[in-house]
């Protein structure tokens, strides 16, 4: 089945480095992708809408500058951390919707644990 | 603007019996689908089951059934012979048009915990 791949499960880096983050759809397209942060105990909350080809759409809130998310195939979607400060440490996960003759889904990646020291 | 609603912050369930897990959602595009997701410590999101809103049937994925009642806007589920590892975050969410796209919404989730 379609499977949504996210690299580093877990990333510990140092204030004011900059962190990748990689989402992979593995065996279907995907022209847009979702990218989300959730703090302990709370639900998803949007950041972005990653587009192939083009700009992302950011949410409400989200520093674009930030949080840079590109969209260079239609298999792979990442999103940078720049200058990350403790304050952006949190679980960060993407998602891809699917459509198939099996029915829709949105499948998630495995999500990302990040730690800013 | 679509809206999700998960009014259970916590659930507790005996090892082997049904539980009910509540949703309800709000939205003005005919067409959505909503979702189930399970969600363990590890944080992983689990794809549980489906509906989509023309859909005649309720949805069902083993232990998994979706009890869509669209008049009242609900699509709870009911997970069935609960297990020591169904312990976990539950999240509904919905997709459908909002603001021109198709942008998935979810509920502010459940914590489900299985005891023996």
């Known amino acids: 089945g379609a499977v949504v791949s996210q690299h580093p499960s877990w990333v510990i880096c140092k204030s004011g480095t900059s962190v990748k983050i990689e989402c992979r759809s593995l065996d279907f397209q995907a022209t847009t992708m979702f990218w989300y942060r959730q703090f302990p105990k709370q639900s998803l909350m949007l950041m972005a809408t990653?587009?192939?080809?083009?700009?992302?759409?950011?949410e409400q809130g989200v520093e674009k500058d930030k949080f840079l998310i590109n969209h260079a195939s239609l298999t792979l979607s990442t999103l940078t951390v720049t200058s990350a400060h403790p304050e952006d440490s949190s679980f960060y996960i993407c998602?891809?919707?699917?459509?198939?003759?099996?029915?829709?889904?949105?499948?998630f990646g495995e999500g990302s644990w990040l730690t800013v020291v | 603007a679509q809206k999700i609603t998960q009014t259970q912050p916590g659930m507790f369930v005996q090892e082997k019996e049904a539980v009910t897990l509540d949703c309800t959602y709000d939205t003005s595009d005919p067409s959505y689908g909503l979702f189930w997701y399970k969600q363990p410590s590890s944080g992983e999101m689990i794809f549980l089951i489906y509906q989509g809103s023309y859909d005649q049937q309720n949805a069902t994925e083993g232990r998994y059934s979706l009890n869509f009642q669209k008049a009242r806007k609900s699509a709870n589920l009911v997970i069935s012979a609960s297990q020591l590892g169904d312990s976990a975050m539950y999240f509904c969410a919905m997709r459908g048009l909002s603001g021109g796209s198709y942008i998935p919404t979810f509920g502010r989730g459940t914590s489900l915990i299985v005891h023996p």
């Open positions: 998602s891809a919707p699917w459509t198939g003759t099996s029915g829709n889904t949105i499948y």
């Open positions: 990653s587009n192939e080809g083009s700009k992302a759409t950011y």
